[in-house]
């Protein structure tokens, strides 16, 4: 052995193991945080809230009065929505996420278009007057090439209604599916992607209930 080789110090052993244990302690916590995160994955594939866990959840919604607005949308009355599936989605022309669920609403509406027991009720809200909300609604269905039927909701009553029942002030948009008998049985307060997704499932299953 060289002179210079001799003077080379040496790790002491317990500095060695200490490493190895470091090592070994950071790659356990790698793996328990990757298998967390396909736990997360696997068993909460959405990340959705729940729309059946709203305190109005089982509770009527009484007091719907709109008016046709776009898009051939028929007159309802209030006793019209009796016996039927209805989705009844608050929405405004200047709200973001609005514009972001209108063309996958577009979508349900036409899915279920045919159905004799559904009823679709888009609320275009926010405009003092009928001419304002059918100037803007029509501008914006324009732009984004829709065709959907859309109502007005005279003096805010279905916004007041809403309100009621729900105990607290409307965000849009807001989703509410109510079944045969007027009972809210789902309500989406905004809009994340797969929302309409779960009102399509519900919608479908409420269908196939006896009245």
């Given at each position: 052995m060289s002179e210079n080789e001799s003077q080379v110090p040496q790790a002491p052993e317990g500095n060695d193991r200490l490493t190895?244990?470091?090592?070994w302690s950071n790659w356990v916590v790698l793996a328990l945080l990757v298998?967390?995160?396909i736990f997360v994955i696997r068993f909460r594939p959405s990340g959705l809230p729940d729309a059946t866990q709203h305190p109005a959840v089982g509770n009527k919604l009484l007091g719907l009065r709109v008016e046709p607005l776009t898009g051939g949308a028929k007159a309802v009355s209030a006793a019209d929505p009796r016996g039927k599936v209805v989705l009844v989605n608050f929405w405004a022309?200047?709200?973001g996420p609005c514009r972001q669920e209108l063309p996958h609403l577009a979508e349900l509406e036409e899915q279920f278009r045919?159905?004799?027991d559904f009823r679709f009720l888009a609320i275009s809200c926010g405009q003092h007057t009928f001419k304002d909300a059918l100037g803007e609604t029509n501008?914006?269905?324009k732009e984004l090439d829709l065709a959907m039927p859309t109502y007005y909701d005279?003096?805010?009553t279905s916004v007041a209604a809403y309100e009621k029942v729900a105990k607290e002030r409307l965000s849009l948009p807001t989703t509410v599916i109510l079944d045969r008998e007027g009972v809210?049985?789902?309500?989406?307060?905004g809009y994340a992607p797969g929302t309409t997704k779960q009102m399509a499932q519900m919608v479908g299953e409420l269908l196939q209930e006896k009245s």
């Amino acid at each position: 052995m060289s002179e210079n080789e001799s003077q080379v110090p040496q790790a002491p052993e317990g500095n060695d193991r200490l490493t190895r244990q470091t090592q070994w302690s950071n790659w356990v916590v790698l793996a328990l945080l990757v298998i967390a995160f396909i736990f997360v994955i696997r068993f909460r594939p959405s990340g959705l809230p729940d729309a059946t866990q709203h305190p109005a959840v089982g509770n009527k919604l009484l007091g719907l009065r709109v008016e046709p607005l776009t898009g051939g949308a028929k007159a309802v009355s209030a006793a019209d929505p009796r016996g039927k599936v209805v989705l009844v989605n608050f929405w405004a022309t200047w709200c973001g996420p609005c514009r972001q669920e209108l063309p996958h609403l577009a979508e349900l509406e036409e899915q279920f278009r045919d159905e004799p027991d559904f009823r679709f009720l888009a609320i275009s809200c926010g405009q003092h007057t009928f001419k304002d909300a059918l100037g803007e609604t029509n501008a914006l269905l324009k732009e984004l090439d829709l065709a959907m039927p859309t109502y007005y909701d005279p003096g805010g009553t279905s916004v007041a209604a809403y309100e009621k029942v729900a105990k607290e002030r409307l965000s849009l948009p807001t989703t509410v599916i109510l079944d045969r008998e007027g009972v809210i049985r789902g309500m989406w307060i905004g809009y994340a992607p797969g929302t309409t997704k779960q009102m399509a499932q519900m919608v479908g299953e409420l269908l196939q209930e006896k009245s």
